[in-house]
């Protein structure tokens, strides 16, 4: 199995930016489609951006597109999100997450990393 550590949150001010990262450690990254989920209080977790195993595939949520930019750098085990012209509707705790190619399901979790947009 994968471990996974995101990074990069915090608190920032409307219209800003921050970038999160996530370190895949344990078996071979390019093997794993990954993507960033959130979660904000009360609300269900949602799937914000998502990344094929060859760097090349991408699909966002609408409300983010053009905004937030996922990418994957095979050498350092690492995806990221680029998270641009923040929103206060952007707050959540934000989760990294790996499924592996032949999984119908994404079995591998952060422990998540919080983000806080102030108006």
């Known amino acids: 199995q994968v471990q996974l550590v995101e990074s990069g949150g915090g608190l920032v001010q409307a219209g800003g930016s921050l970038r999160l990262s996530c370190v895949a450690s344990?078996?071979?990254?390019?093997?794993?489609?990954m993507a960033w989920f959130r979660q904000a209080p009360g609300k269900e977790r949602e799937l914000v951006a998502f990344?094929?195993?060859?760097?090349?595939?991408?699909v966002y949520k609408d409300s983010v597109k053009g905004r937030f930019t996922i990418s994957r750098d095979s050498a350092k085990n690492t995806v990221y999100l680029q998270m641009n012209s923040l929103k206060p509707e952007d707050t959540a705790v934000y989760y990294c997450a790996g499924r592996y190619y032949s999984d119908g399901e994404y079995r591998y979790w952060g422990p998540g990393t919080q983000v806080t947009v102030s108006s």
């Open positions: 344990g078996r071979t990254f390019s093997n794993y489609y």
């Open positions: 990344i094929g195993r060859n760097g090349v595939n991408t």
